[in-house]
């Protein structure tokens, strides 16, 4: 059974963190425009609730969308339904030759699958140098160690008309790991549901991101923010170009 974006979560994601999503896809776009690639097709590893790949849709690109919550696709092809998602893991997916991958969010931070490492990040920018098409992009962001001092824990919630969500987080300084602990209210009829998911994430260095693109074939820029839309502390911005 999948255990993370459950029912709950998948719905407080999408109507209440959706700037992430949306920001970061108008500046991809803005990306590949400078770059000519006009139309295409868009893989977005990641995909969550299809509020970037309905951007990508209205901006004339075909998209196939990959998340590994079912519920998240779910709400995703209700949202984009002239394009295509699949449930599964981001490095485990086949994927179609295409002028564009985007992953955004920290999805290769995720330890959802767990076969993720740095070994396996790796290979799997291999892959995807070798799925692009020559002058192909592929965008992403990855979360980096630092996002909480050693030994601190932070607490924090945010609520909407008819959910709670509340957040503790750690990070594991030696083992360079995220540790997310997240409860869920939801107002079902009358009643709040309540859910618990707990999401760990491995942290990467950018240099050690940067090393393995380089060495799968990229010329890469690296940022810290998306357009205008700067980024969480500790994060980082990749743009890695095809030749």
């Not at 070994?119 to 992403?140: A, C, E, K, S, V």
């Not at 991101?209 to 357009?227: C, D, K, P, T, W």
Request: aromatic fraction near 12%.
């Amino acid at each position: 059974m999948i255990q993370w974006y459950k029912e709950d979560l998948a719905y407080i994601h999408d109507v209440g963190f959706s700037d992430y999503a949306l920001k970061s896809a108008a500046a991809i776009l803005e990306i590949l425009a400078q770059n000519q690639i006009r139309e295409g097709l868009i893989v977005d590893l990641g995909c969550g609730s299809g509020l970037s790949a309905q951007e990508f849709s209205k901006a004339g690109y075909s998209v196939l969308g990959v998340d590994i919550s079912t519920s998240l696709i779910n709400i995703a092809r209700t949202r984009v339904p002239e394009a295509e998602f699949r449930v599964g893991s981001l490095f485990k997916v086949e994927i179609p030759s295409c002028n564009v991958i985007t992953s955004i969010g920290e999805c290769l931070n995720y330890l959802f699958d767990v076969d993720n490492n740095c070994q396996i990040l790796g290979q799997f920018f291999h892959r995807i140098y070798d799925t692009l098409t020559p002058g192909g992009i592929f965008i992403f962001d990855i979360a980096e160690p630092g996002q909480i001092e050693p030994g601190a824990t932070i607490k924090g919630f945010t609520q909407g008309k008819d959910w709670i969500v509340l957040v503790e987080k750690q990070e594991d300084w030696q083992q360079k790991r995220l540790i997310r602990r997240i409860i869920t209210f939801r107002k079902v009829e009358e009643y709040y549901r309540r859910d618990d998911e707990v999401h760990c994430l491995q942290l990467y260095k950018v240099e050690d991101v940067a090393r393995e693109l380089s060495q799968a074939g990229f010329q890469i820029q690296i940022g810290r923010s998306y357009g205008q839309y700067n980024l969480p502390k500790a994060h980082a911005v990749f743009v890695a170009r095809k030749e």
